[in-house]
């Protein structure tokens, strides 16, 4: 599998922002999409994710209500849809895709850098 993140840039406060990931696979069927981020100076945290095959979407406390993930399963591409947007939205966006039954997401992609000023 491979994932390319793009369509990061700067935004001021409340302003909006769409991620996108092409994903690249013989199959996406059995996979769990998702976005994280990182900003600087701290880890790693989970954004967002939604099953390839099915309905589901899970999303962190901080987004909610915000954000919304999405796919086009002809174009093989997930999104991150992101709105009132806030200056600690701002850091790195990655991409990553793991197996159904999966724990860790074991494919990722490149970051794509996301700064909101107020």
């Known amino acids: 599998v491979q994932l390319q993140a793009y369509g990061g840039g700067s935004v001021q406060t409340g302003g909006s922002l769409r991620l996108s990931c092409a994903a690249s696979?013989?199959?996406?069927?059995?996979?769990?999409m998702a976005w994280f981020r990182q900003a600087p100076g701290k880890e790693r945290e989970f954004v967002a994710s939604?099953?390839?095959?099915?309905?589901?979407?899970y999303y962190a406390d901080s987004v909610k209500g915000r954000f919304t993930i999405s796919k086009d399963k002809v174009k093989n591409t997930v999104y991150l849809q992101m709105n009132s947007l806030k200056p600690e939205d701002t850091a790195a966006y990655y991409c990553?895709?793991?197996?159904?039954?999966?724990?860790?997401?074991?494919?990722w992609g490149q970051g794509t850098l996301v700064t909101v000023s107020s």
């Open positions: 990553a895709a793991k197996n159904r039954g999966g724990t860790n997401y074991n494919y």
């Open positions: 939604t099953a390839w095959s099915g309905p589901i979407t």
């Open positions: 696979a013989r199959t996406f069927s059995n996979y769990i």
